[in-house]
């Protein structure tokens, strides 16, 4: 998924042609290229940032960041329960809703056939686990996007399982967390109605602003797309985990468009918090107690 | 005749024959008349070579159509469709962004603002408005315009056409992503009716972006999609050149759309498309806003609300098994 479209005819369709993969996109950093998620079995692990053999333990006891370099790596969304929730205290909500196939949609392979590879290769029934939990003793929402199943994309069942979370939220008045990793963005095997998701779950975020609902919104790398251009970027309070890569285009769809090179850490978190998107960087290990202290200063 | 673009070449036909019909009329001014039964046979001919022609335009043919150069853009319409346009200009933090237009305008008996995404058609205006591709302060100005809206109980009109957001670096610098989701949460919310109509390209996130309302409607040939045909290609088949297959697996025509539920009208395009008659769209598209103004002028803020919330609430497609949730 990591292919961009290039056009070398004239600039109108350039622009129309790489514009319009704004959203969807999945790319790896056209200057710092990323390497694939997950972790490769046996006892030592390569860093794919420090390029240090690492013993998988020591990476492992710190939530699956590199001991030389802190670069890192992909985690799972029941890694990430684990890591953010007191344990044992998650009870998952929604899990019942499934995806479809609504525009019997084909690429090289049949949607309906990814989704069951999908489900099969990362043993979840789509991108996001959404539920309740404790972080610290208190109550809260809680929803993972997993980059693992088709990007992280968002499509119906993201939609709707993050749109019940927060609406629940609400009622029970509950702090929300939403922890973003996707580098697809609205999902394109689900078309239209995947980018109407992100209209569906911003307009929930409102209702539950105006109800004063704490929303966290925590980007992992990489968060993207139409993503990025819905619920990641309204929290109240937003963290980033250190230099995940951020944005709405993907950087092979901007260099395509403006044909120079990139900057140097263009869409890290670190270009974020310069430019005044996210209000802190935070380092894995910290996450769940930054998160409890925020609950805690807007006395949730 | 101007050599056709490669994906219009479907006009072949319809373009031939006004042509013969341009030629013969000209001969006639001088000649009083005896070509008329020749013409009015042509005539007749052109119709439903047209009517065959688009009626049965694929998916791909549609995209051109939508992206068509002499397509009748926003600026057009607000021509054609109001009896006046009051631009206004800037988001007060950054920048004036061409790339979308917003102002006071009037029409029947209605004050409305109008926002909408403008392409340009001359070289000039389309480099000046980046092709209809917003920066974030396009969006900024966008929801300042709605809110000042929102504060005069003014109504909101939106014209969409945009191939999608600027991918650039100084839209990501200055935060594209959270301009767009801004506009995504604070329209669901905004205290006045608004009606938006795709008039040619709803790219993804640049288009919903100022897409969100209580009526959402599409001209018969645009498309509405969560990415260009040639982008997804670019993705999923790893190549542009399947972008006549993308744009068929997209289902983005209005006739999809309305389907799934994600728009309330199609508006019917004059025969051959709008840009075969500018002022027949202006007018139907006219005419569709001021029943949707009428009819949403009646409906209490509070419901105008709950059933926008509802609209895009319910929108998506998946199972929900029984009996194994959990809910808290």
Redesign the interface.
């Known amino acids: 998924m990591s292919t961009l479209p290039t056009n070398s005819s004239g600039s109108a369709d350039a622009v129309s042609a790489s514009a319009g993969a704004a959203t969807s996109e999945t790319v790896a950093n056209g200057t710092t290229p990323r390497k694939k998620r997950g972790i490769p079995e046996g006892l030592w692990l390569r860093c794919p940032s420090c390029r240090n053999a690492i013993f998988r333990k020591d990476a492992d006891k710190r939530s699956k960041i590199c001991p030389e370099c802190g670069y890192h790596f992909y985690v799972s969304a029941p890694e990430r329960l684990e890591q953010i929730l007191d344990s044992g205290t998650f009870e998952e909500w929604d899990a019942n809703l499934l995806p479809t196939d609504p525009l019997s949609f084909a690429d090289k392979k049949a949607y309906a056939d990814r989704l069951k590879a999908e489900q099969k290769r990362t043993k979840m029934t789509d991108a996001c686990v959404t539920g309740g939990g404790m972080i610290r003793a208190r109550r809260v929402a809680i929803g993972i996007t997993d980059s693992a199943f088709i990007m992280g994309s968002m499509g119906s069942v993201v939609g709707e399982r993050l749109a019940r979370m927060i609406e629940r939220a609400g009622e029970q008045n509950l702090p929300l967390i939403i922890v973003s990793g996707s580098g697809g963005g609205a999902r394109m095997h689900e078309g239209i109605l995947s980018l109407m998701q992100m209209a569906k779950v911003s307009a929930a975020l409102a209702r539950y602003h105006s109800k004063g609902g704490l929303f966290i919104s925590v980007l992992t790398n990489p968060t993207m797309g139409g993503v990025a251009a819905s619920f990641a970027s309204l929290g109240d309070v937003i963290f980033a985990e250190p230099e995940a890569l951020i944005g709405f285009a993907g950087p092979r769809t901007v260099k395509a468009t403006i044909r120079l090179e990139l900057p140097e850490g263009f869409q890290t978190s670190e270009f974020l918090l310069e430019h005044g998107f996210i209000d802190r960087i935070v380092p894995r290990e910290g996450l769940k107690s930054e998160i409890a202290r925020v609950i805690d200063y807007c006395g949730k | 005749m101007d050599a056709l673009p490669p994906g219009l070449a479907f006009e072949e036909p319809i373009i031939e024959l006004e042509e013969q019909i341009r030629q013969l009329e000209s001969a006639d001014d001088a000649q009083s008349g005896k070509n008329v039964t020749k013409i009015r046979k042509l005539r007749k001919e052109l119709a439903d070579k047209t009517k065959e022609v688009y009626d049965n335009l694929s998916p791909w043919e549609m995209v051109q159509v939508a ?1 068509h150069k002499n397509r009748p853009h926003t600026p057009d319409y607000l021509s054609l469709c109001f009896e006046e346009f009051m631009e206004l200009h800037g988001d007060r933090r950054f920048g004036d962004d061409r790339a979308i237009l917003t102002g006071f305008a009037k029409i029947g008996a209605h004050k409305v603002m109008a926002i909408g995404h403008d392409k340009g058609k001359t070289y000039q205006e ?1 480099t000046a408005c ?2 209809g ?1 917003a920066h974030p302060e396009g969006y900024r100005k966008a929801l300042l315009k709605m809110k000042m809206a929102e504060k005069y109980q003014i109504p909101i009109i939106c014209f969409i056409d ?8 100084g ?8 301009a ?3 506009n ?3 329209m ?2 905004v205290k006045t009716p608004i009606i938006c109509v795709v008039i040619g ?1 709803g ?7 100022i ?2 309302g209580d009526r959402v409607a599409m001209l018969q040939n645009s498309y ?15 190549s ?1 050149k ?1 972008a006549e ?2 744009a068929g ?4 025509t209005a006739d ?2 309305l389907k ?1 539920g ?1 728009i309330d009208h199609i508006i019917e395009e004059p025969l051959g498309g709008a840009h075969r008659d500018p002022h027949l769209a202006a007018n139907r598209l006219r005419n569709f806003f001021l029943e949707e103004l009428k009819a949403l002028g009646q409906v209490p803020l509070e419901q105008l609300l709950e059933e ?2 509802e609209k ?2 319910k ?14």
């Open positions: 992206r389309r980046s092709f591709c945009t191939p999608g957001a600027y991918p650039g670096i839209a990501e610098e200055r935060g594209i992503s959270q767009i989701a801004e995504l949460f604070e669901s919310q390209e790219g993804s996130g640049g288009a919903i972006g897409g969100v509405y999609s969560v990415i260009s045909p040639e982008g997804c290609a670019g993705i999923l088949w790893k542009h399947y297959q993308a697996a997209l289902k983005f999809e759309l799934f994600v926008r919330y895009f609430r929108i998506g497609v998946f199972l929900e098994q029984a009996g194994e949730s959990q809910n808290g």
